[in-house]
């Protein structure tokens, strides 16, 4: 899937509204946009394959991290208020 920056927005809030994590959504956003195939046919003609695959793999795992995070933190935040109400 192919889209820019402004155009991934509203598909954003659209699953947002239907109940997405919002870690989920994050992965999916910053996936779509920064791991697009036009970028990496851009990216292979001033990078090597071997580099290019680096680059992917970095940023994909980073995505998937900042998703798990953004859908665990709430859990956590929720889980210490409410130790500390009782």
């Known amino acids: 899937m192919y889209s820019n920056a ?7 809030q659209a ?3 239907k ?3 919002l870690g989920t959504v994050l992965a999916f956003m910053m ?3 920064g791991l697009s195939l036009p970028e990496t046919i851009i990216l292979r003609k ?5 580099l290019i ?3 992917v793999g970095v940023v994909g795992m980073g995505i998937l991290v900042v ?3 953004f859908n665990v933190l ?3 935040g929720a889980a210490s208020v409410a130790a500390g109400l009782q």
């Open 19 to 21: 109940g997405a994590a």
């Open 53 to 55: 695959a680096t680059f």
């Open 74 to 76: 709430p859990v956590i």
């Open 15 to 17: 699953l947002l509204g």
């Open 67 to 69: 998703g798990y995070l």
């Open 31 to 33: 996936a779509v946009i």
């Open 46 to 50: 001033v990078l090597r394959p071997r």
């Open 6 to 12: 402004a155009g991934i927005i509203p598909l954003v």
